[in-house]
């Protein structure tokens, strides 16, 4: 099973569609949560050199955020990744 970390917040819609996405794939994932560990949002920055939410690492892999997670689902890659 893939190793996902997801960096979020409590309050982004586009944190929400993608827990759900990873959800309907029934894959456990680490969530860490920059609204509440402030500090983590530098880290997110450092390791995705992105500043917006959500950012989700699939093995280590930068995979972006919300529309870049839907976007290898509906080209049929993200089972691939998931596995």
């Known amino acids: 099973m893939a190793n996902i970390v997801m960096y979020s917040t409590d ?13 309907s794939k029934q894959v456990s994932f680490q969530e860490i949560r920059i609204d509440e560990e402030p500090v983590k949002r ?3 920055i ?11 690492f699939i093995d280590g892999q930068h995979i972006g955020g919300c529309d870049d997670l839907y976007a290898l689902e509906s080209q049929g890659h993200l089972d691939e990744l998931l596995k």
Do not use: F
């Not at 309050?11 to 827990?19: E, G, I, S």
């Not at 450092?46 to 989700?56: A, D, E, L, Y």
């Open 11 to 23: 309050y982004c819609p586009y944190c929400t569609r993608a827990r759900a996405l990873l959800a």
């Open 42 to 44: 530098e880290e997110m």
């Open 46 to 56: 450092n390791r995705s050199g992105r500043r917006t939410v959500p950012q989700i």
